[in-house]
């Protein structure tokens, strides 16, 4: 059977378990839409929230990040992964205890303000919808490279699936769904890294191969990697090319974000026990820490492989992987020196992106139109194809092509679907229920709820087809944001008492805008600001600004309420019970 | 009933102390594993090569994931004991 068949048939099978699980766990009432009835235990939690977490972004391009920017990717292994230390030490289990359905229903409650809780949704929604349109987009991407369909289908299929599981199911749901989808994705993200560790190096674990020495040689893997990369004309892999100001600021941002990103908190609100959310975030970092320690070592195993198959080699005797993803327009190659071999380097080979036209050169290679640079590089390679092409390149049977298809498409719905109900919620319950029509009936919310997340599937799906430009460059912010806005403001209602409303919403607002503000205006076209190390505040890029952004929501915040009305005691009270694991009352 | 309810709240002050003094412990190894070890001594360290990777790397791109897991699962059973010393625990 071809591979492509086959990826029909497994792709087809998953969405048919994810609607089989959606049926099977319909919500009956708000509590089991917004929280699964916190009555999931913490090992599936652990599971769904590591599905939740790990996106299109995570299975397709992260090892592709590290495998072309070597030890500077460290910012994302770090930061993604560090960022669930600080949600079980400070925040997940006091948020379990507060016993609510939202983050803006805590920000609402502990600062004693319909403001806050509207800031705190303002928040959370340009959070989450920069993140969403990322995520459709990954879903199209994924079926127009292995079906061979238009990204705009690819984009409704997906939409389709998640509205009918999302919308159904609520937080039940998806809870259920996530589980089955971290199976599919971890599955077919370890079979092909461990086929390549052992063709690599003879180690089957990828974690060690990485450390291995090369099969048949006495030079480790990475040794051999920083030698051939500097030889060409790079940087050693295991060395930085970015300041370690911005590499720390990225990192801390990246944390701090991964910990304040609502879709991530409120999985921590379905499990029953404050000590059940500690434990599900230990193990939802196992969950995550198995896909994201194997990256490095697909990510350099790719690198080395991919030197050794194109550098120097005629383009007549490239292998076939090389030239099918240069037939979908992910690979190019302009023979500058015209020998008919392929030089690799580090540069650009032409300026800008390929572009294609018709006919084919000499040795039978796409032809570009792009002008020539004038280093030695002569072939570019979209780096999303590394984990995608890894299977072919291992020469791996089609089943496991079809299989990591299969793992791409469960990230990117998983992630999605999660984003999709924190901002559905957001609307139903912090907006409609706690602020404008709080005499509204369970009925009629789990009704707005259930509409909210069909009009937000509507937008992210719009999104998806149509990106505009910059917001799609911005993904990775969403963390910026979280980190400067609801991070800080969460983690002062827990240990600081002093804290009060003026001061948080004075917080929040500066952290977002001053964060916002930096980012539109080196990453959008209209002030035509130059996005490099010299012109940026303290030499912090705009990926790391949210570490920036959060040391001022956190001067800000105190700093007002030092000179406003003190916490009332109602509140310090309310705080004292979500420190204690169980309340007073019942012991 | 007035001194229960003072004996209440100095046990929940000590019961909070220990777990702000525990948090702290665990956030430091946190900064030194990821930040120190990754990123700002990471020169220093990668003189060092232990088992095909220089250490500095190692700790940045595998290292402190690692740690990452242990502290978490090291700060769930510390809190059950200081929980259950202090008669709060929901287990």
Same mark, same amino acid.
């Given at each position: 059977?071809?591979?492509?068949?086959?990826?029909?048939?497994?792709?087809?099978?998953?969405?048919?378990?994810?609607?089989?699980?959606?049926?099977?766990?319909?919500?009956?009432?708000?509590?089991?839409?917004?929280?699964?009835?916190g009555?999931?235990?913490?090992?599936?939690?652990?599971?769904?929230?590591?599905?939740?977490?790990?996106?299109?972004?995570?299975?397709?391009?992260?090892?592709?990040?590290?495998?072309?920017?070597?030890?500077?990717?460290?910012?994302?292994?770090?930061?993604?992964?560090?960022?669930?230390?600080?949600?079980?030490?400070?925040? %997940?289990p006091y948020l379990r205890k507060f016993g609510q359905?939202?983050?803006?229903?805590f920000? =609402?409650e502990r600062?004693?303000?319909?403001?806050?809780?509207?800031?705190?949704?303002?928040?959370?929604?340009?959070?989450?919808?920069?993140?969403?349109?990322?995520?459709?987009?990954?879903?199209?991407?994924?079926?127009?490279?292995?079906? $061979?369909?238009?990204?705009?289908?690819?984009?409704?299929?997906?939409?389709?699936?998640?509205?009918?599981? %999302?919308?159904?199911?609520?937080?039940?749901?998806?809870?259920?769904?996530?589980?089955?989808?971290?199976?599919?994705?971890?599955?077919?993200?370890?079979?092909?890294?461990?086929?390549?560790?052992?063709?690599?190096?003879?180690?089957?674990?990828?974690?060690?191969?990485?450390?291995?020495?090369?099969?048949? $040689?006495?030079?480790?893997?990475?040794?051999?990697?920083?030698?051939?990369?500097?030889?060409?004309?790079?940087?050693?892999?295991?060395?930085?090319?970015?300041?370690?100001?911005?590499?720390?600021? @990225?990192?801390?941002?990246?944390? &701090?974000?991964?910990?304040?990103?609502?879709?991530?908190?409120?999985?921590?609100f379905?499990v029953p026990k404050v000590s059940d959310a500690?434990?599900?975030? =230990?193990?939802?970092?196992?969950?995550?820490?198995?896909?994201?320690?194997?990256?490095?070592?697909?990510? %350099?195993?790719?690198?080395?492989?991919?030197?050794?198959?194109?550098?120097?080699? *005629?383009?007549?005797?490239?292998?076939?992987?090389?030239?099918?993803?240069?037939?979908?327009?992910?690979?190019?190659?302009?023979?500058?020196?015209?020998?008919?071999?392929?030089?690799? =380097?580090?540069?650009?080979?032409? $300026?800008?992106?390929?572009?294609? +036209?018709?006919?084919? =050169?000499?040795?039978?290679?796409?032809?570009?139109?792009?002008?020539?640079?004038?280093?030695?590089?002569?072939?570019?390679?979209?780096?999303?194809?590394?984990?995608?092409?890894?299977?072919?390149? &291992?020469?791996?049977?089609?089943?496991?092509?079809?299989? /990591?298809?299969?793992?791409? /498409?469960?990230?990117?719905?998983?992630?999605?679907?999660?984003?999709?109900?924190? @901002?559905?919620?957001?609307?139903?319950?912090?907006?409609?229920?706690?602020?404008?029509?709080?005499?509204?009936?369970?009925?009629? $919310?789990?009704?707005?709820?259930?509409?909210?997340?069909?009009?937000?599937?509507?937008?992210?799906?719009?999104?998806?087809?149509?990106?505009?430009?910059?917001?799609?460059?911005?993904?990775?912010?969403?963390?910026?944001?979280?980190?400067?806005?609801?991070? *800080?403001? @969460?983690?002062?209602?827990i240990?600081?008492?002093?804290?009060?409303?003026?001061? %948080?919403?004075?917080?929040?607002?500066?952290?977002?805008?001053?964060?916002?503000?930096?980012?539109?205006?080196?990453?959008?076209?209209?002030?035509?600001? +130059?996005?490099?190390?010299?012109?940026?505040?303290?030499? !912090?890029?705009?990926?790391?600004?949210?570490?920036?952004?959060? /040391?001022?929501?956190?001067?800000?915040?105190?700093?007002?309420?030092?000179?406003?009305?003190?916490?009332?005691?109602a509140v310090r009270a309310m705080i004292d019970d979500i420190r204690m694991p169980v309340s007073k009352t019942s012991t | 009933?007035?001194?229960e309810t003072?004996r209440d709240s100095?046990r929940a002050e000590?019961y909070w102390?220990?777990n +702000?003094?525990?948090?702290?412990?665990?956030?430091?190894?946190?900064?030194?594993?990821?930040?120190? &070890?990754?990123?700002?001594? !990471?020169?220093?360290?990668?003189?060092?090569?232990?088992?095909?990777?220089?250490?500095?790397?190692?700790?940045?791109?595998?290292?402190?994931?690692?740690?990452?897991?242990?502290?978490?699962? +090291?700060?769930?059973?510390?809190m059950?004991?200081?929980e259950?010393?202090f008669g709060v625990s929901d287990e």
């Open positions: 059977m071809d591979a492509q068949l086959l990826t029909f048939i497994f792709v087809g099978l998953s969405f048919a378990l994810y609607i089989g699980i959606a049926i099977w766990s319909r919500a009956g009432s708000t509590a089991e839409f917004y929280v699964a009835g009555h999931v235990h913490p090992i599936a939690n652990g599971m769904a929230t590591a599905a939740d977490w790990m996106s299109a972004a995570s299975f397709i391009s992260m090892a592709g990040i590290i495998a072309f920017a070597g030890y500077d990717a460290s910012v994302y292994l770090m930061g993604w992964t560090g960022g669930y230390v600080l949600l079980a030490l400070l925040l %997940a359905f939202t983050v803006p229903d920000i =609402g600062y004693y303000s319909r403001a806050a809780r509207i800031v705190a949704v303002v928040c959370l929604i340009v959070v989450s919808f920069t993140y969403i349109a990322g995520q459709m987009r990954g879903v199209g991407v994924v079926f127009s490279r292995f079906l $061979e369909m238009p990204i705009e289908w690819g984009v409704i299929v997906g939409m389709g699936v998640v509205f009918f599981y %999302a919308v159904l199911g609520g937080m039940k749901g998806i809870t259920y769904t996530q589980v089955a989808q971290y199976c599919v994705l971890i599955f077919a993200y370890m079979v092909p890294a461990i086929f390549i560790s052992i063709l690599m190096t003879g180690n089957p674990i990828p974690q060690l191969g990485l450390g291995s020495n090369v099969a048949g $040689e006495t030079i480790s893997v990475l040794n051999k990697l920083d030698g051939a990369l500097v030889d060409l004309g790079f940087s050693a892999y295991t060395s930085a090319v970015k300041s370690k100001i911005d590499i720390a600021a @990225i990192t801390l941002a990246l944390m &701090a974000g991964t910990a304040g990103l609502p879709h991530v908190i409120v999985r921590f379905t500690r434990r599900s975030a =230990g193990y939802a970092l196992v969950f995550i820490a198995l896909l994201y320690t194997t990256a490095p070592a697909v990510g %350099a195993f790719a690198r080395l492989n991919f030197i050794d198959s194109v550098h120097e080699k *005629p383009y007549a005797e490239a292998p076939q992987w090389v030239k099918s993803w240069e037939s979908i327009g992910l690979i190019a190659w302009l023979d500058k020196n015209e020998d008919g071999v392929i030089q690799y =380097g580090s540069g650009t080979p032409f $300026e800008g992106r390929a572009d294609f +036209v018709d006919g084919q =050169g000499q040795n039978g290679e796409r032809l570009v139109s792009n002008t020539p640079t004038d280093n030695a590089n002569e072939i570019s390679v979209d780096r999303d194809i590394m984990v995608l092409a890894n299977p072919e390149i &291992a020469q791996l049977p089609g089943w496991v092509i079809a299989l /990591v298809a299969a793992g791409g /498409v469960a990230a990117a719905l998983s992630t999605a679907a999660g984003l999709l109900l924190v @901002i559905s919620t957001a609307i139903s319950h912090d907006l409609l229920k706690k602020t404008f029509r709080p005499q509204i009936t369970e009925k009629a $919310e789990l009704m707005a709820a259930r509409g909210a997340a069909t009009v937000a599937i509507i937008i992210a799906g719009y999104l998806g087809i149509n990106p505009p430009g910059f917001v799609a460059q911005v993904v990775a912010l969403a963390f910026g944001l979280a980190a400067a806005s609801l991070f *800080p403001a @969460i983690l002062m209602g240990f600081f008492k002093s804290i009060n409303r003026e001061g %948080a919403v004075a917080g929040m607002i500066s952290g977002l805008a001053f964060t916002l503000s930096y980012i539109i205006y080196f990453k959008s076209p209209w002030f035509g600001a +130059v996005n490099d190390a010299s012109h940026w505040f303290l030499g !912090v890029s705009p990926e790391g600004i949210g570490t920036l952004g959060m /040391v001022l929501n956190f001067v800000i915040a105190i700093g007002v309420s030092r000179f406003t009305a003190p916490t009332p005691v | 009933m007035q001194s003072s100095s000590a102390r220990e +702000v003094k525990l948090l702290c412990g665990l956030l430091a190894i946190w900064f030194v594993a990821s930040f120190g &070890a990754g990123i700002i001594f !990471v020169d220093v360290l990668n003189r060092i090569e232990i088992g095909g990777f220089k250490l500095g790397f190692w700790f940045a791109q595998q290292g402190s994931i690692i740690v990452f897991v242990i502290l978490i699962f +090291v700060y769930a059973a510390r059950r004991t200081i259950k010393r």
